[in-house]
């Protein structure tokens, strides 16, 4: 008979941003656990508890103990464990004996083929784990994998009486552990850790709780008596899904349309501050609504964990919505003193953007030459005017001279507002500040949106840069990154990429395909590389196996198939703003039913190209052709050949391939009946020559051959 179970550990308050991970990996491991022991079905329904003071768990259906199982144990081969009269030798008695067997247990050995040979094999019945045993098994893997970010040590009195020594166990944990619930049922399962006893009591909220220790009847009235008897909603999501409740309606209350800004990050983070929420709106003076909207937004959420409130059109207003652990009677003490304390980061916040307005951007350019980018690739100053060279060339590219001049301008400035009061306090307001320091500076509106945007795309599904400035200097700084680091052979390994090479990648992959620029990849690169001169070994060639392993992956997720994707990298497309046509193509080539049979003979020809002696030219003398199967298929090819390549260079990259249908009868014509390898040197030399030009007339979209199994 299985019965629910509850564990609880009532620590001190864990760290906010982690809770999560805590709470799911605590609950999770130790459910797993059970499961594998088989003390609880693969089907019991597992509830995760977390809230800044516990890390619980609730799974629904658990037995007292798991069912013996039957275990069959491989010993060794029978020519080992038996001598030539069929006793047992010292081997096999030594092996029954670590197994728990003594000699009697060789006459119900059983042998079994196991490869050439037979094994002796002892079957025996395991008993299974009782659940105080597998209860703490689960718990300690439970407390191992832990995902702690990082970890504490402290001290627990032990000993009692005369031998009492405070302080001589160590204990390393996320925070100090205080209590140990373990409920099966309405029962106490007696395990330990942490230097803690299992009991049935645990601790509601420090303030608001009305009876403390709050002592639990039961695994299941956990939730029902934490939050009646100790104030404390102990689901993350619960209190997630409260505080979200909350917000809503204290924006709504406080009319006008307002919303408060969304951010899941920072909703989880509060959720992990409060046992209790109650959420209240606060103010601040009008006055400060003259400092950029992103400082203020940021000041509150990153250093008060409030959420602003924004009107209907997305502006900041002065409310703020305050989200606290404790529900007193008048809220007003909690509100006023959340706006004193908010005051002095708004009021710093101003203070910086009326400092740095009184230099220009262009006077703090200069300074950039004192900050170090890279030890091997100098200091910020020298990367901008790398930055700067790249942009002048792609701008040379895709525009005219004033789109050279803007890039150019704005590639210079992008990088200056690193040496801003606002963003040394802020850094993650760079680009955000440059661009409004670049309007307070009577700077051109596009130069202004380039240095804003520049840092985009930052993350997946981020959007790209406004105007083709911005998009040009964007290109030019993560090419520079990527070229620079690439060429000190500072690549991602495995998991690790500290400098985001790989989110660089991608963002001038959907850079170049969803601004649709006409640029080809590895020209580009190594203009890029050349704006390094010396300083760096051209790589080029790794670059671009990275752009499309990158480009591979992500047009997988789109939901194009690996054949697809492998039959149009294959080719390695400079211009990849034409990938996603080429893609379009194949896959409306493959529906067709000549596909198969041109696609296996493509993948043929292929192969017999490649055993060539020497490199075959795509070249054909008529006068050589002495086959009937190879004068129709030349003939085929002399009418398929035009319209295939004349489709091509339209940019219907689907319409070429499709006329290469016309080429199925003919060439399995000409492998049915024409010998390529003929022993005429002249006559082998030609028939290759004519597979080269199919070959290269088939294959100018994507690998067809990639299409087969």
């Keep these: 008979m299985t019965t629910p179970l509850l564990v609880e550990l009532f620590v001190e308050e864990l760290p906010p941003k982690a809770l999560k991970k805590l709470g799911e990996s605590f609950a999770g491991t130790l459910a797993d656990s059970l499961k594998a022991q088989g003390l609880a079905p693969t089907d019991a329904a597992v509830t995760p508890y977390a809230s800044p003071r516990r890390l619980a768990v609730h799974v629904s259906a658990v037995a007292p103990k798991a069912a013996d199982k039957a275990v069959s144990v491989k010993l060794m081969p029978v020519a080992v464990g038996l001598d030539a009269s069929g006793n047992a030798t010292p081997a096999l008695l030594k092996k029954l004996a670590a197994v728990g067997a003594g000699p009697e247990a060789v006459a119900q050995l059983k042998r079994q083929p196991d490869g050439k040979a037979e094994a002796l094999f002892f ?20 407390l191992a994998k832990l995902p702690i970010p990082k970890v504490m040590s402290y001290q627990l009195e032990t000993g009692s009486g005369a031998d009492f020594r405070p302080g001589w166990t160590t204990v390393n944990f996320v925070r100090p552990a205080h209590g140990l619930v373990a409920l099966h049922g309405d029962q106490v399962v007696p395990v330990g850790t942490l230097g803690l006893n299992a009991g049935r009591e645990t601790h509601g909220h420090r303030f608001e709780a009305k ?7 039961s695994a299941d009235s956990y939730a029902q008596q934490l939050q009646e008897e100790g104030a404390v909603i102990a689901s993350f999501e619960a209190r997630r899904a409260e505080i979200a409740r909350q917000l809503a309606a204290a924006a709504a209350q406080a009319g006008n349309g307002l919303k408060p800004i969304a951010d899941d ?6 959720t992990a501050l409060v046992e209790r929420p109650n959420v209240v709106t606060g103010q601040f003076e009008d006055a400060f609504l003259e400092v950029p909207q992103e400082c203020l937004i940021l000041t509150m959420k990153a250093n008060q ?4 409130l ?28 959340n706006e004193r304390v908010v005051r002095p980061r708004l009021a710093d916040a101003k203070f910086f953007f009326d400092q740095d307005r009184k230099k220009t951007l262009e006077s703090r350019v200069g300074g950039l030459a004192k900050v170090v980018y890279h030890n091997k690739l100098g200091t910020q100053g020298e990367r901008v005017e790398r930055v700067r060279a790249i942009a002048r060339q792609i ?4 525009g005219d001279a004033q789109l050279v001049k803007l890039a150019d301008q704005a590639a210079q400035l992008a990088k200056a507002d690193l040496l801003t009061d606002m963003v040394g306090e802020f850094p993650e307001l760079q680009g955000i500040m440059g ?37 040009i200097v964007a290109l030019a700084d993560k090419l520079e990154t990527l070229v620079g680091l690439f060429g000190i052979g500072q690549l991602p390994t495995g998991d690790k990429d500290p400098f985001a090479l790989r989110r660089h990648a991608l963002g001038v992959i959907r850079m170049l395909v969803e601004a649709d620029l006409p640029l080809q990849l590895e020209p580009l690169l190594k203009q890029a590389a ?3 001169g010396s300083l760096i070994t051209d790589a080029t060639p790794q670059l671009l196996e990275f752009f499309y392993d990158r480009l591979a992956g992500s047009l997988r997720e789109q939901g194009y198939s690996a054949q697809e994707v492998e039959a149009v990298l294959a080719l390695k497309p400079q211009r990849l703003a034409d990938v996603a046509q080429r893609l379009a193509a194949v896959r409306a080539f493959a529906a067709l039913p000549e596909a198969a049979a041109l696609a296996a003979a493509n993948k043929r020809v292929g192969n017999i190209l490649k055993k060539a002696e020497r490199t075959v030219e795509a070249q054909v003398d008529p006068a050589l052709l002495k086959e009937a199967a190879e004068a129709a298929l030349n003939e085929a090819l002399a009418k398929v050949k035009p319209q295939a390549d004349a489709a091509f260079d339209g940019g219907d990259y689907t319409a070429s391939l499709k006329a290469l249908a016309a080429l199925r009868a003919p060439v399995d014509a000409f492998f049915d009946g024409v010998m390529v390898n003929a022993d005429d040197a002249a006559l082998r030399a030609n028939r290759l020559g004519l597979l080269a030009t199919l070959h290269a007339a088939m294959n100018r979209v994507a690998d067809l051959s990639k299409l087969v199994n």
């Design 211 to 217: 009876v403390d220790p709050v002592v639990l009847k």
């Design 305 to 308: 964990k409030y959420f602003p």
């Design 530 to 532: 050349s704006a390094f």
């Design 395 to 398: 701008a040379q590219q895709v």
């Design 265 to 270: 990050a920072l909703l989880d983070e509060v």
């Design 123 to 142: 079957d025996s019945t395991q008993a299974g784990a009782t659940l105080a045993e597998g209860l703490q098994k689960a718990l300690d893997e439970a």
């Design 435 to 471: 661009g409004y320091y670049a309007r307070h500076d009577g700077l051109p509106e596009s130069v202004a949106l380039a240095i804003e945007d520049h840092y985009r795309p930052r993350f997946a599904g981020d959007e790209l840069p406004r105007e083709r400035t911005g998009l």
């Design 310 to 337: 924004l009107d209907a059109a997305g502006r900041l207003t002065s409310r703020f919505l305050i989200v606290s652990n404790i529900s007193p009677a008048d809220a007003s003490a909690v509100i006023g003193g």
